[in-house]
Each structure stands twice: as C-alpha cells, then as structure tokens.
C-alpha cells in the first residue's frame, strides 16, 4: 500500500485529494513540517531529505517527492478516473502547464507570507504578485467548470490546495466571481471534503 506524508492544509493536501478522486488504496503518515518528526518520533528527514510535504512512499519503496510528479503519478494509476489527460496528449502538456504555473507562479508566492521574519513590505509585494495571478486564473476560468474545461483534474485539486491560504495570508480574492464559484464546485466534491475532515480542516 503507497504512503503519503502529509502536514494538513499544506500543499500535500492536494495529493490526499487526488488519492480520494482516484479510489486507490493508501495510508496518510502525519510528517510535522515545523518539527521534521513523525508522530512515533521518526525523524522525518531521514525519509525526505527535502524536509517539505507531500512525500508519496509506493508499496516497492520508490519515494516521489515533488507535488506536481506526485499528482500526475496518482492520476496515471487510475486512468479510468480522468484526472489526468492521456501521456503525450496535447490535453496532458495543457495540464503539465497548468501544474506548473501553480507551483512557480502561486505556490511558491505564498512563501514569504508564512514567513514570521519577512518585513510586512515584502509581504506587501508578494499579495499584490498573488492578486494579480488569480486575477488572471479567474479570467481563465470564466465559462469553464474547472481548469482544463468541464472535467475535474489533478490541477483543480492543486488550485484548490492552494487558494485555500487566501484567507490565512489576507490575499483578496472576494471580487474574483468566477474563481469563487469555480471553489466552491470543487469544496463541494466528496473526496475533497472527505479529505479536508481527515485532516481536521473542516468539521466530520
């Protein structure tokens, strides 16, 4: 059975989701990204070295430990679930994009917000950079249902994860109407919700 290292409500969130949406088999390993220690006292380094979340750990022992790979493996075991377009599609390196462009462009903006020792100005600068890139996934989506058209993809689970800090990080999105409602299609799904109460995020 694969393994996922997972702090809640960090980006590994996605790939809980994604887990869920594909039906497969796994079990979630609580790995504290402050304290690097799992719950048995495991040093958490020593299975990452990377020290971040998620980490997917297959029944071989192979270890991904980059989201973005770890989505589009997730997707690719269960191709009968379509979170993923065919390898080697157009489709698949529309999706690769979209991947991407959260992880460099949005994710990682959020950086410096969780960040206790940047000054509130460099703060500043990285929600008017967040700001302005939902602005332009919110254009994105207007007339679709999710991120590659009608069907839910591993990157909506990736989007989701991560617009979720919005409100933790005071990054304005209330006037952004189609990313709002494109939100709320996604929280409502049944393996996000299921995965967001296994993480304690939202009430059982």
């Known amino acids: 059975m694969m393994k996922l290292y997972y702090s809640p409500g960090a980006c590994s969130l996605a790939s809980h989701i994604a887990l869920r949406e594909a039906g497969l088999a796994y079990e ?7 304290t690097k220690k799992l719950l048995d006292g495991t040093d958490y380094l ?3 070295p990377k020290g971040g ?25 269960a191709p009968d679930k379509n979170l993923a377009p065919a390898p080697g599609s157009w489709a698949r390196y529309r999706l690769q994009e ?8 949005v994710h990682k903006s959020f950086t410096p917000l969780f960040n206790m020792a940047m000054p509130e100005a460099g703060k500043a600068i990285s929600r008017t950079r967040l700001g302005q890139r939902f602005a332009w996934i919110d254009a ?12 839910f993809s591993v990157a909506d689970a990736y ?13 304005d999105i209330s006037g952004l109407s189609h990313l709002l409602a494109y939100r709320a299609r996604v929280a409502a799904r049944p393996a996000v919700v299921a995965a967001m109460q296994a993480e304690g995020l939202i009430a059982s």
């Open 140 to 151: 994105q989506l207007e007339g679709r249902q999710y991120l590659l058209g009608d069907q």
């Open 46 to 48: 020593t299975i990452n």
């Open 53 to 77: 979340v998620p980490l997917l750990e297959l029944a071989n022992g192979e270890r991904l430990s980059e989201g973005p790979v770890i989505l589009q493996y997730i997707a690719d075991q």
């Open 28 to 34: 979630l390993v609580l790995a504290s990204t402050k």
């Open 159 to 171: 989007l989701f994860n991560v617009s979720n800090w919005t409100s933790v990080t005071q990054v």
């Open 98 to 105: 979209w991947l991407n462009f959260i992880t460099s462009e």
